[in-house]
């Protein structure tokens, strides 16, 4: 994390051992994203280059860097081998916990809160599946291998009565999903993203779709317990056949996230050229309107940085009442 700390060096005031007139030491800053395809792969990329276009004098160059989505990136933060990365916010959760699968407690901060990821359970309105227990004795597509959907999957099946055994978990991507649908080689998938998802809207395209409705009650219980479940009402008309506006669920937003020792005055600095230029990243990506006020500064269950905290303190957005997260520290 060494460019790190140049950074910080830049921005102080020269020495005796460096000139005025020398130009401060380059920085190079990687985020990790996701496998090219997804949304994740965009909207870093969007973040990369807006904080290149708009650095002014900080000599940075950021790059956003594929990679196999929010487990690899946080490893490799903790290693020292991203600087800043992309995370779903349920899978993040578990991996500041070290809980759930995870090996140990990683240390890592919440910069942004980014798009939502509003998912739910498809099926062929064909296929006699009505509700989430249903699908037991199922095939199910529950998301690519090794991707991590099941750390927010896992807790929906529960609050529903369902586990992973109860059923045939199948793993393939959203377009692979759509395919086995439209074949039956699966029962049901569970699909999402921004709304309006394209893996949805092509699904509907093929057949006709039963959008399998989450148990209120169950809903609202998965909304009290864990930060990064957030109610999420998709309007009617969204999607062909979904003819009443459907009740669901924002499983894990996208957030940018970094190493808790990355310095704060970086992370400062890259939040408020992120911020303040937002509508240049909306303009790269849709998603990055999620960037506003109300939302950027929101808690899905992780601490900020500090230097994210201070540029949102010193903008006027950030909350008055701090998350569990913050106030335990």
């Not at 937003?253 to 600095?269: D, G």
């Not at 937002?278 to 808690?299: L, Q, T």
């Amino acid at each position: 994390m060494s460019s790190l700390i140049t950074l910080v060096a830049c921005n102080q005031t020269p020495t005796a051992q460096t000139s005025e007139k020398s130009a401060p030491e380059r920085t190079f800053l990687s985020i990790g994203t996701a496998p090219p395809g997804g949304a994740f792969f965009v909207v870093g990329g969007a973040i990369a280059q807006t904080a290149s276009d708009f650095q002014d004098d900080l000599n940075w160059e950021v790059s956003a860097e594929a990679t196999k989505g929010t487990q690899e990136n946080i490893r490799r933060l903790d290693k020292g081998e991203l600087d800043m990365a992309l995370a779903n916010a349920a899978i993040a959760y578990f991996a500041v916990r070290g809980e759930d699968g995870w090996d140990k407690s990683y240390p890592i901060r919440s910069v942004m809160t980014l798009a939502p990821n509003v998912a739910l359970f498809v099926t062929p309105a064909s296929s006699g599946v009505k509700t989430i227990a249903d699908l037991k004795g199922k095939r199910v597509v529950v998301g690519p291998a090794g991707a991590g959907f099941e750390f927010f999957i896992r807790p929906i099946l529960q609050a529903h009565g369902v586990t992973y055994e109860d059923f045939t978990p199948v793993y393939a991507t959203q377009s692979g999903a759509v395919d086995m649908l439209a074949d039956g080689s699966a029962a049901a998938a569970f699909l999402g993203g921004a709304v309006p998802t394209a893996s949805i809207t092509q699904a509907c395209a093929g057949q006709d779709i039963h959008f399998i409705p989450f148990d209120e009650e169950a809903r609202q219980k998965l909304i009290a317990d864990y930060p990064f479940f957030v109610g999420a009402t998709i309007p009617a008309g969204t999607y062909k056949g979904m003819d009443t506006e459907f009740k669901g669920l924002n499983v894990g937003s996208m957030i940018l996230v970094t190493a808790s020792e990355t310095p704060e005055e970086l992370v400062y600095q890259f939040t408020k050229r992120i911020y303040e230029h937002r509508d240049e990243v909306v303009r790269r990506h849709p998603a990055g309107k999620a960037i506003n006020p109300k939302n950027a500064p929101r808690s899905t269950g992780l601490s900020f940085h500090p230097g994210a905290i201070r540029f949102y303190t010193e903008s006027g957005i950030w909350p008055e009442t701090p998350s569990p997260a913050e106030a335990s520290e």
